[in-house]
């Protein structure tokens, strides 16, 4: 079956650290990937995404994310965390059908 | 407008009731989704419609949800007979062309729908 996991439904970070969200999927055909992040009472924002081509993606606000298919992982990073960083992010992918399939999510947290 | 629009942006209904909830997609997108949010949970596809036609509705829970867009640009999804179950943030998203992947989904800010 389909399906996007997100581990860590909550992740903590100092400012200026490291953000490391983790991303996988399961498919048997070439997906389409996603990252949104998500502000209180917002609606959904795109980071970025993969579609075809190379496999390291840039982002806005810093992000990046880098397809790996041996691992089916698709995990977002952002060098030094800000404080403005702090939201709920989702991945999502489209398996081919139109429709996007979305990750529980995952809250980061910066702290001080 | 700029941005995808829905309204009401909140919603409280008692159990039984039937709700209405709008979605004003970007002029000139083609592809419109909606999507349902619980608590805590990513958001899960409920239908797709490509300008008037709903091209993919095997995500709609129960035969009490029902959408349309009659004219190729805003859409109403339905929910009649209100269960707590329902209680969920609804989001709408809208897309250039297709659905496909190369085409980034705009979403809106949400209904949040509350089910006393």
């Known amino acids: 079956a389909q399906s996007v996991t997100q581990l860590g439904s909550h992740v903590s970070v100092s400012e200026g650290a490291l953000v490391l969200l983790r991303c996988n999927y399961s498919s048997s055909v070439p997906p389409y990937l996603f990252w949104y992040v998500q502000y209180p009472n917002q609606g959904l924002q795109l980071l970025l995404k993969?579609?075809?081509?190379?496999?390291l993606v840039k982002g806005i606000n810093g992000f990046e994310a880098e397809f790996k298919k041996s691992e089916t992982s698709f995990h977002l990073t952002k060098p030094s965390a800000h404080m403005s960083d702090a939201a709920e992010y989702f991945c999502?992918?489209?398996?081919?059908?139109?429709?996007?399939?979305f990750g529980t999510g995952t809250r980061l947290t910066i702290i001080p | 407008g700029a941005g995808v629009s829905q309204s009401p942006r909140y919603k409280v209904a008692k159990r039984g009731q039937d709700v209405a909830l709008r979605c004003d997609p970007i002029?000139?997108?083609?592809?419109l989704f909606w999507y349902q949010q619980a608590l805590g949970q990513g958001p899960e596809f409920l239908t797709y419609f490509q300008n008037e036609a709903q091209l993919d509705k095997s995500g709609l829970p129960s035969d009490r949800f029902f959408a349309e867009r009659p004219e190729g640009s805003v859409s109403t999804l339905k929910i009649q007979r209100t269960q707590q179950e329902d209680s969920a943030v609804y989001l709408c998203?809208?897309?250039?062309?297709?659905?496909?992947?190369?085409?980034?989904?705009?979403f809106g800010p949400g209904t949040r729908l509350t089910v006393t």
């Open positions: 993969y579609t075809t081509g190379a496999t």
């Open positions: 998203a809208s897309s250039h062309l297709s659905g496909h992947g190369f085409d980034e989904q705009y």
């Open positions: 002029s000139g997108h083609v592809s």
């Open positions: 999502a992918v489209d398996f081919g059908n139109e429709k996007l399939t």
